[in-house]
């Protein structure tokens, strides 16, 4: 199940308030949920910054901060892929890193 976007003006207590349950709900570890909310929170504001300087910062400082974590929902259905198929971890493809998606998986 993706997880759900910080809304507008939230804070990062409120979302984790929510965010942290639900990730436990769907079979995460506490810390791994932590992690994962937190990284979701950090991301949602580092998509609105506008200034070349300020997105670079933030980027250093999430990398820093996540380094070793893992981050990824492995085993589930996630946006990422396609229907029926799962996210079994990440690749490399030009350059990027990117979901690797395995499947079709039957029901």
């Known amino acids: 199940m993706p997880i759900d976007k910080p809304k507008s003006g939230?804070?990062?207590?409120?979302?984790?308030?929510?965010?942290?349950?639900?990730?436990?709900?769907?079979?995460?570890?506490?810390?791994?949920?932590?992690?994962?909310?937190?990284?979701?929170?950090?991301?949602?504001?580092m998509s609105k910054l506008k200034d070349t300087s300020s997105k670079v910062m933030a980027a250093v400082t999430y990398n820093t901060k996540f380094r070793g974590i893992n981050l990824i929902n492995l085993?589930?259905?996630?946006?990422?892929?396609?229907?029926?198929?799962?996210?079994?971890?990440?690749?490399?493809?030009?350059?990027?890193?990117?979901?690797?998606c395995r499947g079709p998986i039957e029901d």
């Open 75 to 100: 085993g589930e259905n996630s946006d990422a892929c396609w229907e029926n198929y799962i996210q079994v971890g990440t690749k490399m493809l030009d350059g990027r890193e990117v979901p690797d």
């Open 10 to 45: 939230e804070s990062k207590d409120d979302y984790l308030k929510y965010c942290i349950p639900q990730e436990i709900n769907n079979g995460m570890k506490q810390d791994q949920a932590v992690a994962v909310c937190i990284s979701h929170y950090d991301r949602d504001k």
